[in-house]
């Protein structure tokens, strides 16, 4: 199984930016589907953003759309999630996903998580 570690989050202000990095071991990232998850205190987890495995499909929640870019790197195994001109309501534990090569859409699906990395924004 693959295991995940997220990084980047952080204290920032509004419109700031910061980027997020899932990092995985164990298994080679490019035999995975990969998503962006956030889960804010006393809310359900939410789809964030999504990258197919070789990059060429990505996918974002609506709240985030044109301020997200997912990407990734397969020869470092990591995935990033550049945030900018964040908001209060983006503040969450944000979490990556892994799933195996799926055709299905990008939101769902997902069988490995890291651990999260908080992300507080304030104004």
């Known amino acids: 199984q693959v295991r995940l570690v997220e990084s980047g989050g952080g204290l920032v202000q509004v419109g700031d930016s910061l980027r997020l990095s899932c990092e995985a071991s164990r298994r080679t990232l490019r035999n995975y589907d990969v998503g962006w998850f956030r889960q804010a205190p006393g809310k359900d987890r939410e789809f964030v953003a999504g990258?197919?495995?070789?990059?060429?499909?990505?996918s974002y929640a609506d709240s985030v759309k044109v301020r997200f870019t997912i990407s990734r790197e397969n020869a470092k195994n990591t995935v990033y999630l550049q945030m900018n001109n964040l908001k209060p309501e983006d503040t969450a534990v944000y979490y990556c996903g892994a799933r195996t090569i799926s055709r299905a859409k990008l939101d769902k699906g997902y069988e490995s998580w890291g651990q999260g990395t908080q992300v507080t924004v304030s104004s």
């Open positions: 990258i197919s495995w070789g990059g060429g499909t990505t």
